[in-house]
């Protein structure tokens, strides 16, 4: 073969894998089952071209195409900041995920082997994996339901090996390829596929979808409150799960406006899940006094006489707020509320980079790697995912880790209810709870 046809080949080569990238891009991008398991052929797809600049650009077009839902799902969540912010965080993250890819790549075939699962590895644990969405190893719990760690280390070990056999002749590659994929999907298989269907959740344990839409408004937190408390009342559960954030933020006072609904579930042994806001108490006593100097209690005092108690609510909220004080921003933790017959507090351990985890920001999210993932529950172990986390691998992996019984998902997504963003959250809990045969529960504000 000359020079000329190697050239041709090699770029044909490029061109059929940086198309077929963008395609389980898109599939993925979907969240339906079905591409979120074809993008397991992902780290093969990005890896065969014959040049390093080829697999960067597979592996950038996968991302890209991945990733898109990001752009008005960040346009939604930054209303007031420039359109260029969510298309510049969309190009930036796809190029970080894309470089442990590239730098996988090499003309060695027999070095995929090791190569292609470090690379996997790189965009799933910390630093990348906080940004590690669109995993081509999500998809694994649709092929493999019920084989656990097994399953995982199938799909992180083929495409190596599939990429290494090229330096095999023609006949000795399809008989090892052959072998190979059939003990791999014995030993991750084995009678696991007669459990195709999804376990069922722990007895007398519910998850509660809401409306509510933006909780934070003016007055939504107190109907959101009232709703909770009146579903919690007439419920039957005894595990009643609510969304993230339907209670923005939770403080003594809102545990005294709670405490008749929490002395009923106490005696009916009930216990409610909620996705809550913890104020953190982060700030120092000078902190906390120069806070106090900045509120005009001279003008609040003034606002009081003069008020117009026949005006609209909303009217009389605002000309108090703008009256009374600066506004103060502080840090909020997003946080599973346990309370009633079980009390605990289970932290998020992601927030969402640059919308809640900003670390030269004063009232940033924290950044909790290292804290427990699961929790205690009604004598089962739940694994929580509070809603970032859902998209990435990092937590569940971690969760995983800790044996738990039951996979617990709590998330906010009005404002991204126009993208394909809720549907992906939900099928990527499901592929995880299939592929360790564990029971899941998802709860959605929308």
């Known amino acids: 073969m000359n020079a000329e046809q190697m050239d041709s080949r090699t770029h044909l080569k490029e061109t059929l894998s940086f198309y077929s990238a963008i395609g389980l891009g898109l599939g993925i991008s979907t969240g339906h089952p079905l591409g979120i ?4 052929v992902m780290p093969l797809v990005c890896l065969s071209p014959g040049t390093r600049k080829g697999a960067f650009k597979s592996s950038l077009a996968y991302y890209a195409a991945a990733l898109w839902p990001i752009i008005p799902g960040l346009e939604a969540y930054w209303k007031s900041e420039t359109p260029l912010i969510p298309l510049l965080l969309w190009i930036v993250t796809a190029i970080l995920l894309s470089l442990p890819w590239t730098l996988a790549w090499t003309s060695r075939r027999l070095h995929c082997l090791w190569r292609a699962p470090l690379a996997l590895l790189a965009t799933i644990l910390p630093p990348l994996g906080v940004i590690g969405l669109a995993s081509p190893i999500t998809g694994t719990g649709y092929l493999f339901p019920g084989a656990g760690w097994a399953g995982l280390v199938t799909v992180a070990l083929l495409p190596g090996i599939v990429l290494s056999t090229q330096v095999l002749g023609s006949r000795l590659r399809g008989a090892v390829l052959f072998f ?3 003990f791999f999907v014995g030993v991750a298989s084995g009678d696991r596929l007669r459990h195709l269907g999804d376990a069922a959740p722990p007895r007398g344990w519910v998850a509660v979808d809401t409306r509510f839409g933006d909780v934070s408004e003016p007055y939504r937190d107190y109907a959101a409150a009232q709703f909770i408390q009146r579903k919690a009342a007439t419920s039957s559960a005894r595990v009643v799960i609510f969304p993230e954030s339907v209670v923005p933020r939770w403080s003594e006072a809102t545990k005294s406006f709670w405490s008749k609904t929490l002395d009923q579930c106490r005696r009916r042994g009930q216990i409610l899940a909620i996705g809550a806001g913890l104020p953190a108490d982060t700030k120092s006593k000078s902190q906390k006094l120069n806070d106090l100097k900045a509120y005009d209690f001279g003008a609040a005092i003034d606002t009081l006489r003069n008020m ?5 609510p909303s009217a009389i909220r605002s000309r108090s707020l703008s009256s009374w004080a600066k506004p103060q921003g502080e840090p909020i933790d997003n946080t599973m509320l346990i309370v009633g017959a079980e009390s605990a507090t289970f932290y998020q351990r992601v927030p969402v980079p640059l919308g809640m985890w900003r670390p030269s920001s004063r ?3 924290p950044l909790r790697l290292n804290a427990p993932g699961v929790v205690a529950l009604d004598n089962e172990r739940a694994a929580v995912l509070i809603c970032y986390e859902q998209l990435l691998t990092f937590p569940m992996v ?3 880790r800790q044996h738990p019984t ?11 209810a126009h993208t394909s963003i809720p549907v992906y959250q939900a099928n990527a809990m499901r592929s995880w709870a299939k592929l360790f045969r564990l029971p899941y529960l998802l709860a959605v504000n929308s």
């Open 37 to 40: 398991a074809a993008a397991t």
């Open 180 to 182: 190979t994929i059939c």
């Open 308 to 312: 117009d108690m026949q005006q609209h």
């Open 363 to 365: 009232i940033s999210v």
């Open 398 to 400: 971690a969760s995983l």
């Open 406 to 416: 039951v996979i617990v998902g709590i998330s906010n997504t009005f404002w991204v």
